[in-house]
């Protein structure tokens, strides 16, 4: 089966932070799979490391204020183009981000409180019928 994986939870340091998420329990389960890796936030042009983001009111925005709601929606567009051209099976995503977080995210106040919701990028994948699974239901 061919499997996209969020970039950072095989270890490509592409989080806001420059760090990465790296898990064992992926490693272990794409073993015999064709694997591609994706970071939509790079590909949407934003640094690494860059300032933290949570969805606001439905915008995603930087900590300090920034609207970053284009490059965001950009970076998951160009993803899905990826995911399709690929013919890509299923998704493993990392839980919580603004782009990846498939069953929870942080609340916009970015006080660490997370409610139930969804990333960008993992909304734009179900949206396409693309199967997609929080790293944390592995
Ligand atoms: S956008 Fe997704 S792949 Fe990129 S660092 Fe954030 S959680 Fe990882």
Redesign the pocket.
Known sequence: MKIAV???LLGEN??YNGGN?YSEKVLSYIQGHDVIT?????LGGLSVPREPAEIVGGVVKHKDGTFVDKEFRKGAELALKQIIEEEVELVIL?SR?P??GVNSIYDGTFSGKIISGEGVYARLLKDNNIRVLDVADL
């Open positions: 969020s970039a950072c592409c989080k998420n994706v970071c939509p936030e790079v990392q981000s782009s990846c």
